[in-house]
């Protein structure tokens, strides 16, 4: 009896410390999604046949989106039971992981294979969950439908507002296979294919073509040739995918977002207004001359769901109408210098952001009331460079984000520093929250940041990066300040100097 105790004893703790093992092995998951790091990659790689890994930057704009949707994509295919796992790799924690994967594109998504790290299979950035199961899918079977016969094709271009039907003579061989490659790569349009000679006859072709079908109707039309490749197909498809103008909401927001022109001219109105038919043939004329190269879109102020975008682009109901070019690249924006929204204004301004002679718009908060009257001065966009450049003052900022536990920690520590120069009228203490005003400075991605304008005619500005403390700051400040003294009476003498040459001059013209 005590032998068989002792084996029960020894069999529980061998179990117990085997299970404490493998918990300890186990890649942690967040809603879902394998959270992968440099070291537990490999082992992810070797326990799941198919993973699917998006590399992602959780700050960025346009990593956010991807992100929630490919939750709510993995949380899909665990329900159903998937052998696909989907995995995150976030790149500013991991990134010696992803140099090591050569992953220079953020966010993007690749499919690892039965555990190979070299050959991934490259998935575009799909931005809705749907899209994603949908390009799994279309991996595994059939890329686009079958369409036998006209009744099918009836039931398949009235489904969607917009579907890809391909015409082709052999659904086995020859162009078709690229028709099969795009549409398997294009998973947020619905695709069809057909051989059938009543189709051919009904939309009066005999060659191998793919027609856009918008509201039941042919829209665009590619004829295939021998040398088109997918790429080809696909520019095609996604440039005249959209309308000449599309309105922002929740089902065009990704369609938006996935064009392949970047260039995207903004008009944000409200389509109560009188003069919006006026604006609207206007900004819709525009867009005939510049398509391919610019995509127009309207914002409806009015809307409620647009709020998000509103906030994102920091356009209040009460500024509209108002045009913004905005580049999908840079995110740098660009408004339309006038209030005059005919035809010719809009032409001119496309042009000259084309040229790139277009000066980017600074955003920025209204002036606060009093911002001068406190000890530390609260800057905006609107006031920065006319208070940081003055060479009669020194000053020094801290840019700041409101979100941020580490910005905030320094107020404290500036309002003390700004009761220490309170007697020195050449020294300004300021602050400004970067995340709602503009400056035309480079700040880095990490908050909060700490820099000195000295009092000095050129354009100077002085980083900080030592302790955040009293004291190690007023020695830098005291520092710079009596450099920038000496710095100035150099300036001071050699201004003179030119203006004493210049006054010469003149008076040898006389």
């Known amino acids: 009896m005590k032998v068989y105790v002792t084996l029960c004893l020894s069999l529980c703790v061998y179990l117990r410390e085997a299970l404490a093992k493998s918990d300890s092995n ?61 995995g995150g790799v976030d790149v500013k924690k991991e990134k010696d992981l992803a140099d090591s994967l050569n992953v220079t594109i953020i966010p993007s998504i690749r499919l690892y294979l039965s555990g190979d790290k070299n050959n991934p299979v490259h998935c575009p950035v799909l931005k809705s969950s749907a899209s994603i199961l949908t390009w799994l899918k279309r991996r595994k079977g059939p890329s686009a439908d079958i369409i036998s016969d006209v009744t099918e094709l009836e039931k398949f271009i009235g489904e969607d507002e917009l579907v890809v039907l391909g015409l082709f003579k052999d659904l086995e061989e020859g162009m078709v296979k690229v028709f099969y490659e795009t549409a398997a790569d294009i998973a947020d349009l619905p695709f069809g294919v057909t051989a059938h000679d009543k189709i051919f006859s009904k939309y009066e072709i005999s060659g191998d073509t793919v027609f856009l079908i918008r509201k039941s109707k042919p829209d665009k039309q590619f004829e295939m040739e021998s040398s088109t490749v997918k790429t080809d197909l696909v520019q095609f498809i996604r440039l005249y995918e959209m309308e000449l103008v599309t309105e922002y909401n929740g089902v065009t927001a ?24 006026e604006i609207y043939h206007a900004f819709k004329t525009t867009a005939e001359t510049f398509r391919g190269k610019v995509l127009f879109v309207i914002i409806d102020v009015s809307e409620l769901r647009n709020g998000r975008i509103m906030e994102y682009f920091r356009v209040r ?41 277009a000066k ?67 020294v300004v203490v300021a602050k400004i929250d970067v995340t709602a005003n503009d400056v035309n400075l480079h700040l880095g991605e ?28 007023v ?30 001059a003149a008076k040898e013209e006389l």
Request: aromatic residues 10%; contains cysteine.
């Open 360 to 426: 980017p718009k600074l955003q920025s908060e209204p002036i606060p009331e009093n911002w001068d009257t406190q000890p530390v001065k609260e800057l905006v966009g609107m006031n920065f460079e006319k208070v940081a450049f003055n060479h009669e003052k020194n000053v020094i900022v801290l840019f700041y984000a409101p979100w941020s536990s580490e910005s905030r920690a320094l107020f404290p520590l500036w309002e003390d520093l700004a009761e220490h120069f309170s007697e020195n009228e050449d």
């Open 317 to 357: 109901p009460e500024e509209a109408p108002q045009v913004r070019m905005v580049n999908l690249s840079d995110n740098v924006q660009y408004q339309l210098p006038s209030d005059q929204f005919d035809a010719h204004s809009l032409l001119e301004f496309c042009l000259t952001y084309l040229e790139g002679k």
């Open 26 to 86: 186990a890649i942690p998951e967040d809603k879902d999604v394998l959270v992968l790091t440099k070291s537990n990659f490999i082992r992810a790689l070797k326990q799941y046949n198919q993973l699917l890994v998006h590399f992602y930057a959780p700050l960025s704009g346009q990593s956010l989106g991807s992100i929630l949707e490919f939750r709510e994509a993995a949380g899909a295919l665990k329900e159903a039971e998937s052998d696909v796992r989907l």
């Open 475 to 504: 020695t830098f400040m005291n520092k710079e300040i009596e450099k920038a003294k000496k710095d100035k009476a150099k300036e001071e003498k050699m201004r003179k100097k030119i203006l004493d040459e210049q006054k010469a």
């Open 446 to 473: 990490k908050y909060p940041v700490i820099k000195l304008f000295p009092a000095v005619y050129t354009e100077r500005v002085v980083p900080y990066s030592g302790k955040r403390k009293l004291k190690p700051i």
């Open 254 to 277: 990704s369609k938006i977002l996935n064009s392949a022109v970047l260039n995207h001219l903004l008009l944000f109105i409200n389509k109560s207004e009188e003069r919006f038919e």
